[in-house]
């Protein structure tokens, strides 16, 4: 079992900057590959970004490319996501999420541990 909870999220102008956090608990956290999600209302959760166990890879959906930057601290059990140049359509419920093992996870349903999500508002 791993624990996940996110913090870091509130209201920020467009063009404002934001910072998750994603605390994890229980298993070794580097044996978990580790996913952003977000769901905005009215829609389906989806991919933001990848990291692999090591940090070393990376993978944004393309509508955050260049402005957000996923890394991971293994010592702290920490994940972060820093959200730059923010926009009204990046308003949603962040959610960190955990998998075990290495292979890159885009989708929703091969992740097996979520946090409970952190609200980012963006206003125009």
């Known amino acids: 079992q791993v624990q996940l909870v996110e913090s870091g999220g509130g209201l920020v102008q467009a063009g404002g900057s934001l910072r998750l956090s994603c605390a994890a608990a229980?298993?070794?956290?580097?044996?978990?590959?580790m996913g952003w999600f977000r769901q905005a209302p009215g829609k389906e959760r989806e991919f933001v970004a990848f990291?692999?166990?090591?940090?070393?890879?990376?993978l944004y959906a393309g509508s955050v490319k260049g402005r957000f930057t996923t890394s991971r601290d293994n010592a702290n059990n920490m994940v972060y996501l820093q959200m730059n140049s923010l926009k009204p359509d990046d308003t949603a419920v962040y959610y960190c999420?955990?998998?075990?093992?290495?292979?890159?996870?885009?989708?929703?349903?091969?992740?097996?541990?979520w946090g409970q999500g952190t609200q980012v508002t963006v206003s125009s």
């Open positions: 229980g298993r070794t956290f580097s044996d978990y590959v």
């Open positions: 999420a955990a998998r075990a093992g290495a292979l890159i996870a885009t989708k929703t349903a091969s992740y097996n541990y």
């Open positions: 990291i692999s166990r090591n940090g070393g890879t990376t």
